[in-house]
């Protein structure tokens, strides 16, 4: 079974969390992880991922990743499709009982101004950084 990832953006206004379905990435720490942590660290670097993605083409992430040659991609908001909101993080963890393959959800919380992960082991959103 091919495990997938799903990227959100909470918004502190409302803790609504708009999340994107379309991401090429296992999802694994090593590699989402460290991508969101490392390229996408602030608000408006987040906001501007959720919002363009990564302009619909892969984008090179080798030196972030250590591995040769490996690229990624997400479609953003602006691509149209693939978009789910969810009213809070307890809505959002719902996902790994609805899709077994989600091994880890990401989610920007502003309101912490970090990237926040749950696992389907540890179905708790904690500091993304800190599990690096």
């Not at 379309?22 to 694994?28: A, K, R």
């Not at 660290?41 to 619909?56: D, F, P, S, V």
Request: aromatic share 10%; net charge negative.
């Amino acid at each position: 079974m091919e495990t997938k990832t799903l990227i959100g953006f909470q918004n502190p206004s409302d803790n609504k969390i708009t999340v994107l379905e379309h991401c090429d990435d296992s999802g694994q720490l090593s590699t989402a992880g460290k991508i969101l942590n490392n390229l996408y660290n602030t608000t408006t670097l987040a906001k501007k991922l959720i919002k363009e993605g990564t302009k619909e083409q892969s984008i090179d992430v080798s030196d972030t990743v250590n591995i040769d040659n490996y690229v990624w991609t997400v479609l953003g908001t602006d691509f149209g499709m693939g978009i789910e909101i969810y009213n809070s993080q307890s809505e959002f963890i719902k996902q790994f009982s609805k899709n077994p393959s989600y091994q880890y959800l990401y989610m920007f919380s502003e309101t912490d101004n970090e990237w926040q992960v749950a696992s389907s082991d540890n179905q708790t959103f904690r500091s993304l950084a800190s599990e690096l």
